[in-house]
């Protein structure tokens, strides 16, 4: 398979592997975090979720040049470290008191939104000085497929042994998959050129040029620059309903986490299943329709899911339809995803890479803070099936803009 080419190259294949132990110990961080979380605060657990995309809001903004003088290596290697930490202190506080608090759970999100704000614009930074440019696509779709498997395995995992193992032993697992991930980056001989460099004469460096550099690199492509003005909307859209709306719904159940660990493994099933395909194909000749393909299958999965939320079902018939409806939306992920991150690697200078990905850190982000900050309110208000419709519709009329505009002929 084509998707598998770059694991030839050792450095790659170390790296990928690295990233799979720690991308499947975050998705059983992920959904055991949002399901304790609304056990502890209620709806108002979505304000947890603002806290993390604001304080990826504030690293991109004040830390992103301090990050780009860093050394890459060592940056990763010390989100990983921090991260496992963070985990192993919280579990710590959690077994003494005999239950998670809402100081331990912000302090633990707050520290691992600060290892997620250093290691995803390293990891893109280091990826096309890695992978030559017939296999770059490849390369982002092996990246992408590790974060689609291991949202089918972390989910697995959490419904197969949520009704048998206390949520305090996933945060462990991903506390030691942080720890294996930094060992295997630690053990990397990278290029050179990976490290970081002096700014050339009378270049102005700093936290607003660089991003100012981001935001306008991207813009120049029409795809890129649709896919960053829309991807607050969309990304609040998101959180707000699998984070927040589908537990909320299911939280009452004495199995409501095994179930809801089911619903999102078959997410992830659907996004391995389209990663796949995507990532073992040469880069589309119109990435802008692939884009918008991507986003229309979410926004219908997501809709579904509202639909499916308001009928009258029992518990085991609602349980098997919101599955399959997240089946749909799952399969839309990888179709946005892989072709915005190889346009990203391909049509913007390598010095800018960082400081682009950082943009879409801050615009995405962005949109989640207002989504939660917004969503406990109304799912309070309104009930979490409500809100569940409202986020669906967003991703529909963010389609139907696309198609307005002429993206799908890009």
Not at 192 to 206: F, K, Y
Not at 251 to 270: E, F, N, P, T
Not at 308 to 332: E, K, N, P, R
């Amino acid at each position: 398979m084509r998707l598998l080419l770059p694991l030839r190259d050792g450095r790659v294949a170390r790296l990928w592997s690295a990233l799979a132990l720690s991308a499947i110990g975050d998705q059983l961080y992920t959904v055991a975090m949002g399901w304790v979380a609304v056990g502890v605060f209620g709806a108002a657990a979505g304000y947890l979720s603002a806290v993390r995309a604001a304080i990826i809001l504030l690293a991109a903004f004040f830390g992103g040049s301090l990050m780009d003088r860093w050394n890459r290596q060592a940056s990763m290697v010390g989100a990983d470290l921090a991260r496992a930490a963070a985990l192993l202190l919280l579990v710590l506080a959690w077994a003494i008191m005999g239950a998670p608090t809402g100081t331990t759970l912000a302090l633990t999100v707050l520290v691992l939104a600060i290892g997620d704000s250093v290691f995803g614009p390293a990891l893109q930074t280091v990826l096309p000085l890695l992978a030559p440019r017939d296999i770059l696509p490849a390369t982002n779709g092996l990246f992408d497929a590790t974060a689609r498997v291991a949202r089918l395995l972390g989910p697995g995992l959490v419904a197969a042994l949520g009704a048998s193992l206390a949520p305090i032993h996933f945060f462990t697992l991903d506390a030691l998959s942080f720890l294996a991930s930094a060992a295997a980056v630690a053990g990397l001989r990278l290029p050179r050129t990976l490290q970081p460099s002096a700014a050339a004469p009378g270049v102005r460096t700093g936290w607003w040029p660089s991003m100012l550099a981001g935001f306008r690199e991207t813009r120049r492509h029409k795809p890129l620059g649709f896919a960053l003005d829309m991807s607050g909307l969309i990304n609040g859209a998101w959180f707000t309903l699998f984070y927040l709306a589908l537990p909320l719904l299911l939280v009452a159940r004495a199995d409501g986490l095994a179930r809801y660990g089911l619903i999102m493994a078959c997410y992830g099933i659907s996004n391995l299943l389209a990663n796949l395909i995507v990532g073992s194909r040469p880069m589309s000749p119109r990435p802008g329709r692939q884009i918008l393909c991507g986003i229309g299958f979410l926004g219908a999965g997501m809709v579904a899911i509202a639909a499916i939320a308001g009928l009258d079902l029992g518990a085991d018939a609602q349980a098997l339809a919101l599955a399959a409806a997240s089946c749909l939306a799952g399969f839309g992920g990888p179709l946005e995803d892989i072709p915005v991150a190889t346009l990203r690697q391909l049509l913007i200078p390598t010095d800018t890479i960082a400081g682009a990905t950082r943009a879409a850190q801050i615009v995405s982000n962005l949109g989640t803070l207002v989504a939660m900050l917004l969503a406990p309110a109304a799912c309070v208000a309104f009930g979490p099936v409500a809100v569940m419709w409202v986020c669906g519709l967003i991703y529909v009329g963010v389609t139907g803009y696309g198609l307005a505009i002429g993206l799908a002929r890009q």
